[in-house]
DNA sequence: ACTTGACCTAGAGTTAACTAGAGGGCTTAT
DNA sequence: ATAAGCCCTCTAGTTAACTCTAGGTCAAGT
């Protein structure tokens, strides 16, 4: 079977060796093995399931919750309800992230265009002296 | 002229009162006036730029670099380029904030939908058995 | 006059998620 | 057999952004 060093993870995940350390010390990957001397070896499948736990970090859960569902895993089918519930929250989560930053996106947008208006005029009195100068 | 006190932008803008006195202290509120006593006194235009600075924290912003803006901001036309310039940026990274967390979605709508046939079915192994076992 | 409640500053404490350094062990090429 | 390069653990340090406490001021109501 294929397996990689904790190096050649960290390039391929796009994260730090020291990263991957923490997250093994802090139980969200207890399914990686070890050489007889210690060394840690990563099968395709940790490496996957490495990303969804990258995915649900990128989802702003805590490494702590995260453990939760690790745990989950690897208690089998009882805890089926617990992980689709999970990611249900996961997805509303999203979807309000998502839509805060759309709201920020606006606004953004909104700015990027002000200051181009004041950026052509050479100067800011644009936006506020024309509401009550152009009478 | 109508203005605010600490605890009543607090509640306005969904922040603490610590969190406000927290970002004065950091340099991003020079413009709030005071009492003779020292109590803040905050103007409509203020909790204006507090929404900027909300935008710009949910960006992704650090704090320091708000803070730059800010000084920037009283410093008066000579640096339009620059503000202009660190909306454009802060919109490529909300861009690509956007992306991530979109591909963010589609993953964890993969996995709700995985868990709920697995649900259904009362075991996970249907996801794992049936590609060699359905043969 | 005095109590209440909101305000203030300064500074210490908290939390999450790393990040780094010390000290040491395999494995491989010279 | 020894040096290089990667691996390990343990522990301490870092950083951002608050959060809280202590000790004090001030204005309004009773």
């Known amino acids: 079977m294929v397996t990689y060093s904790i190096s050649e993870v960290a390039k391929e995940l796009n994260l730090t060796v020291y990263a991957l350390r923490y997250y093994d010390k802090e139980g969200l990957m207890p399914f990686v093995e070890r050489t007889p001397s210690g060394t840690r070896l990563f099968k395709e499948s940790d490496i996957e399931a490495l990303k969804i736990i990258q995915c649900l970090k990128s989802t702003g859960m805590p490494i702590k919750d995260i453990k939760g569902f690790i745990e989950w895993c690897s208690e089998g089918d009882?805890?089926?309800?617990?992980?689709?519930?999970?990611?249900?929250e996961r997805k509303a989560a999203v979807e309000a992230q998502l839509e805060e930053l759309n709201r920020t996106m606006d606004l953004i947008r909104h700015k990027?265009?002000?200051?181009k208006t004041a950026l052509d005029a050479g100067t800011e009195d644009i936006h506020k002296v024309n509401k009550i100068g152009s009478f």
Chains 1, 2 share one sequence.
């Open 112 to 115: 990027c265009s002000y200051y």
């Open 78 to 88: 009882a805890t089926l309800k617990q992980r689709y519930d999970m990611f249900l």
